[in-house]
């Protein structure tokens, strides 16, 4: 079973850049959909982005599109989310998921702690 530790998070003014990851332990990371999802208090788990198996296929929410952009290295068993022109409504914490489909409404488990964006204005 794979788990998941995100990284990067922090504290920026609105118009900057972050760059999470979502590192994996075991071998079969390669076998997973990775997705990053954010959430703020009181409100439920927002989809940002996926990535397929071999990051030959990626999908984002319309409200991050042109904006992040989701790779992975699977060698490092890692996945990134670069998230450029950070806006306020950015400020979330973030976690990444796997899913053994590339569906947004799959399944999606093994979710890792969170890293927390704060954007301000």
């Known amino acids: 079973q794979v788990q998941l530790t995100e990284s990067g998070g922090g504290s920026v003014q609105a118009g900057g850049s972050l760059r999470l990851s979502c590192k994996a332990s075991g071998r079969t990371f390669g076998r997973y959909v990775v997705g990053w999802f954010r959430r703020t208090p009181g409100t439920e788990r927002e989809f940002v982005a996926m990535i397929s198996w071999a990051g030959g296929r990626t999908d984002y929410a319309d409200s991050v599109k042109g904006r992040f952009t989701i790779t992975r290295d699977n060698p490092r068993n890692t996945v990134y989310l670069e998230m450029n022109s950070l806006k306020p409504e950015d400020t979330a914490a973030y976690y990444c998921?796997?899913?053994?489909?590339?569906?947004?409404?799959?399944?999606?488990?093994?979710w890792g702690q969170g890293t927390q964006v704060t954007v301000s204005s």
């Open positions: 998921a796997v899913s053994l489909d590339y569906d947004v409404s799959s399944r999606f488990e093994n």
